[in-house]
């Protein structure tokens, strides 16, 4: 069993910081992609960040310049800083990842979702 555990989502005034993470437990053999979805209230889902195991990082458009996603391979776990942030960022924030349980069987895990509020 391998789960996602996300951390760090809340309520911010418009212009302001959050740092979300995303920690995996269980019975992992290796992480390759890592990344981080977002679902606004009426809208499709959408890819914010992504993060390779080598650290290559992908960002949208909506977000670059504003968002930083990294990751910690020892703790397995991934983060998303979120600076400047504007109303239209408000949305329910997803981590995703690509993990290995064996060398053989990899699977794509998401984790439960962490509301992000920005208020104007």
């Known amino acids: 069993q391998v789960h996602l555990v996300e951390s760090g989502g809340g309520l911010v005034q418009a212009g302001g910081s959050l740092r979300l993470s995303c920690a995996a437990s269980?019975?992992?053999?290796?992480?390759?992609?890592m990344s981080w979805h977002r679902r606004a209230p009426g809208k499709q889902r959408e890819l914010v960040a992504s993060i390779t195991s080598s650290g290559s990082t992908n960002y949208a458009d909506s977000v670059k310049g504003r968002f930083t996603v990294s990751r910690d391979n020892a703790k397995n776990t991934v983060y998303l800083q979120m600076n400047s942030l504007k109303p239209e960022d408000t949305a329910v924030y997803y981590c995703?990842?690509?993990?290995?349980?064996?060398?053989?069987?990899?699977?794509?895990?998401w984790g439960q979702g962490t509301q992000v509020t920005v208020s104007s």
């Open positions: 269980g019975s992992i053999f290796s992480i390759n992609f």
């Open positions: 995703q990842a690509k993990i290995r349980t064996t060398w053989q069987l990899e699977y794509d895990y």
